[in-house]
């Protein structure tokens, strides 16, 4: 653990329902939603949980499409997508506070908060039932 960091103000934004939300790092197989190929490695083999930064700076893939018309909505595999207007509206409001991720082939980024909060032992808010997943390991605060 780095330090006691203590939360002075806090947002939440959360776009509306989408018709067309797409998939940027999942896909529906057979009824199921599973890790895209291109990141399997990416996935944690004790609690199953696919590591989206890694993923994302990997690359996302070409064939993912945001058809859309609005300028913040999220993705069907919870990541929100913003549009260059919005972009530019999130980094002026929050400036150095958000990662933005290009989508190939379209005006809309994947958009993360640089910093976190992940539960850590010896935490007392959390309980660590099966110890602690190789990518929680891996990315300590």
Not at 34 to 45: G, H, I, N, S, W
Not at 66 to 78: C, E, Q, T
Request: glycine share 4%; aromatic share 10%; net charge neutral.
């Amino acid at each position: 653990m780095k330090g006691i960091h203590v939360i002075h103000t806090m947002y939440i934004v959360s776009p509306h329902d989408s018709v067309s939300e797409p998939f940027v790092l999942r896909r529906m197989e057979q009824g199921k939603l599973v890790v895209m190929e291109e990141y399997q490695d990416l996935v944690c083999k004790k609690c199953r949980k696919l590591d989206e930064k890694a993923a994302l700076e990997r690359g996302i893939q070409t064939d993912v499409v945001v058809r859309s018309k609005r300028p913040f909505l999220a993705s069907s595999d919870d990541l929100y997508l913003l549009d260059e207007r919005a972009k530019q509206i999130f980094s002026a409001l929050v400036p150095g506070e958000i990662h933005y991720w290009p989508i190939p082939h379209g005006k809309f980024y994947v958009a993360t908060a640089n910093s976190c909060f992940c539960p850590w032992p010896p935490d007392p808010g959390y309980r660590f039932l099966n110890g602690i997943c190789d990518q929680s390991a891996a990315n300590p605060l």
